[in-house]
């Protein structure tokens, strides 16, 4: 088998871990596979360069910051390399760019736009293990970008889309994804499976094991991705296309995201695409909207809420102070959080929703506001009551079974 | 004028010291210089990714070695360049790749071959200072090279070469080139003017402030080397091609190397070749040789006396073990010292070597080796001596005048 590996920064947090990872990847090597391994840097590194950095200005120029941050991951994937071949393992470490990763010119949140495989697969092909330093690439002008937060992840799926790799193991702290958050409900069970799409609804409610774009990168290049931990030997949960077993399942997860904070917006005038031009501005604020709801009113005026990350409230209130003349008034509310339910089988199962509207209402839990997708019924309900909510919709799809 | 800046470890050793760098290198350029600055590692950091490899190898492979090293330069070059964007300069980060050093795949100890200049020329006519991480290059086969001890003033040299810039500034702890150790003779002058080959004999004699591989290629490509401390702002030492007011001067400076042994082997059996063989043994155990002498004695055998560094004393001793049927006997003797008078001078004049001698008499001290090259006189003597040596030479050829 052809397997991509990825280890993250606690995982190669100091030298005994990273001692640790080679035997791992020793290990894989010896049972027969064709291996890459991308690194991340060793926690900590990252945030010491940038407070480098920080150190003699507030703004950095971007392109310098790529030139600074990359080097935490090359330290890592040539430490990784050097302790492999001690074990006879023969080993090469590999920068961004001499594993070919081409990305567009946007420093300190690069896109990967293509990846030249001939050097990796030359080494492969020598019967070497590669050890590809992650976070990084190179721009069409030479210079070194990376590719923002998780961007190992990305290195990795990437590589392993194109080297059609029978699986990127992504390994990190936690062994694998849940139904919902153990400490929240003890009850959670690990998944052995779940789909890109509903990964992806989890990853956007806050499941911190993989980022958005990896898993939209994944789903792109139809890369498996089995997420595992560094510090045990468990399974892991694959990550791959939905296949007919998948949609036997009702619900696969809950999901719950405190990070939330409510705006009310009262009385906006009815001036025709007074609420396109709010939004419009909170984009180019980088102000986040997630979930919006908006009343007709009884007086020719409309009611607007949404809602934002708790760090972005006061964005959104400088946004909304441009709008004095068009609204009444404006309220903001920390105090609520989101819970969601994720499951593929909703695609082809009717009722998922009103057993969840159900099952609050007999807590007596009230529902705020509601969005649903194909794939996902997310409710803003007062945030005292998150944890029973997760526990009570964790119980009624019977996800501990 | 066009301008190469190059500042050691201990220059760069803090971020306080970063940003006094950042200070010097604005001022260059406020001064209307075109600019490109040459920078080290931070003074530890390269020990502390040696003692990282070494936690998992004591002979970690080269190429390896290279690639976690580099990374130490690129650190110190994206900081230098982010201080001065913040101070308004317009400055760009360049590894080795980038400012076009091309080198052999001799890993850990790599040769320049050729530096292409374009990219360095680019940011140069865009009016920005350009800041190179030094120490490393690419081989033709893409990977990191580095070019071992000294290795970021070869970079530095090589740019202003290959740039054909005005002055090659070499910034250190010191602020110039002395006609002796200060701590020895306290009435050492700074001097204004050395050529390469006195710098040269120098540097081979122990001079710390560069490094023999940097002086021959700055005379090859005839680059001027400005000494300078990046702590002072004091003049400097220049050192160029020997132009005719240097040959008025005798001698320019005297030199102590207390790192001397002996090695006397005695009864050598006069066995064509036998001294051939030894010393090409010993080179082969990289043990460098620097004076010999070989007396003929009156039974056949000769005598066969050389020096070499006081820590390859035992890999010496290794080597004539093998000897064992050839010599009668062997001793060593560490208590020595080699002091030298180095000077163009001595070129077109005679009798320096004879002065020397002369003076050493006087003061009763016994010569033991002697060895003479076109502008240096060396002699092995008593290493209790060393430092009246050096106070009588330095008196006799007035070097404080």
Redesign the interface.
């Known amino acids: 088998m052809l397997i991509v590996q990825k280890y993250g920064g606690t995982s190669v947090g100091d030298?005994e871990r990273?001692?640790s990872v080679?035997n791992r990847a020793a290990k894989s090597k010896k049972d027969g596979n064709r291996l890459v391994v991308v690194v991340s840097a060793m926690s900590g590194e990252t945030n010491k360069?940038v407070g480098?950095?920080n150190?003699?200005?507030k703004n950095?120029?971007k392109?310098?910051?790529d030139?600074?941050l990359?080097?935490?991951e090359?330290?890592t994937?040539?430490?990784l390399?050097?302790?492999l071949?001690?074990m006879g393992i023969d080993a090469?470490?590999m920068?961004g760019?001499?594993a070919g990763i081409k990305t567009d010119n946007n420093h300190t949140y690069a896109r990967i736009e293509s990846i030249d495989i001939t050097?990796i697969i030359e080494s492969l092909n020598d019967g070497k293990v590669i050890v590809v330093a992650g976070f990084q690439g190179i721009s069409s002008n030479?210079?070194?970008t990376t590719l923002g937060r998780g961007g190992s992840d990305l290195s990795a799926v990437a590589i392993a889309g194109a080297l059609k790799a029978n699986a990127c193991e992504i390994y990190s702290d936690v062994d694998g994804i849940y139904t919902t958050d153990p400490r929240i409900e003890p009850k959670a069970k690990k998944m052995n499976f779940i789909s890109y799409d509903e990964m992806l609804e989890l990853a956007s409610l806050g499941a911190k094991v993989l980022q958005s774009r990896s898993v939209e990168l994944a789903k792109k290049l139809n890369v498996r991705i089995v997420a595992k931990s560094s510090f045990s030997d468990a399974e892991g949960t694959i990550i791959e296309k939905e296949i007919k077993e998948m949609e036997a399942v009702l619900v696969s997860g809950i999901a719950l995201d405190r990070d939330q904070a409510r705006v009310t917006v009262r009385e906006v005038s009815d001036r025709p695409g007074i609420a396109a031009e709010i939004f419009t501005m909170l984009a180019e604020e980088q102000v986040n909207v997630d979930m919006i709801i908006q009343n007709a009113s009884t007086d020719g005026t409309t009611n607007l809420g949404f809602t934002v990350k708790e760090s972005e409230i006061e964005d959104a209130k400088r946004v909304i102070s441009n709008f004095d003349h068009d609204i009444g008034s404006m309220d903001f509310d920390a105090n609520i959080c989101k819970v969601s339910v994720v499951g593929v089988g909703m695609k082809s199962h009717s009722g998922v929703a009103a057993q969840a509207f159900s099952a609050m209402a007999k807590k007596n839990i009230n529902i705020e506001m509601i969005s649903t997708s194909e794939i996902k019924v997310s409710m803003i309900i007062d945030e005292k009551n998150g944890e029973l909510a997760v526990q009570t919709l964790h119980n009624t799809y019977e996800l501990d079974k």
């Open positions: 030298l990273i001692e080679a360069l480098y950095a150190h003699f200005s950095p120029p392109a310098e910051m030139m600074l990359s080097s935490g090359r330290v994937a040539s430490l390399a050097i302790a071949n001690e090469i470490a920068t760019r001499q050097s030479g210079r070194v």
